[in-house]
């Protein structure tokens, strides 16, 4: 059985930096692409950033773009998130995700795995 476990959330101040990260274990990942939702109270879910298997193709939302790093350890099975100038709007809950037909499904919210999720709070 897969499972997706996220760590690293918490309270912090705006501006400053925080690390998510995201242990999957169950089966193999080879192949498979890497990444992080987020959803605020009362919006829908959405796309903060993600990976390929090999780390050469990522892609962000505008919103998070130059502030935000998605990074993979394959070895670990693992996906992290490096946020990075924290701002108020980026309070929510962050979901790590898995898409096993790739980076390009993940970005359009094709995902097959998800993990619970973990609460990361800006106050400004």
């Known amino acids: 059985q897969v499972q997706l476990v996220e760590s690293g959330g918490g309270l912090v101040q705006a501006g400053a930096s925080l690390r998510l990260s995201c242990a999957a274990s169950?089966?193999?990942?080879?192949?498979?692409?890497m990444g992080w939702f987020r959803q605020a109270p009362g919006k829908e879910r959405e796309f903060v950033g993600g990976s390929s298997w090999s780390g050469g193709d990522t892609s962000y939302s505008d919103s998070v773009k130059g502030r935000f790093t998605v990074s993979r350890d394959n070895a670990k099975n693992t996906v992290y998130l490096q946020m990075n100038s924290l701002k108020p709007e980026d309070t929510a809950v962050y979901y790590c995700?898995?898409?096993?037909?790739?980076?390009?499904?993940?970005?359009?919210?094709?995902?097959?795995?998800w993990g619970k999720g973990a609460l990361v709070t800006v106050s400004s």
């Open positions: 995700a898995v898409a096993v037909r790739g980076i390009r499904t993940l970005v359009r919210g094709v995902v097959d795995y």
């Open positions: 169950g089966r193999t990942f080879d192949y498979y692409a």
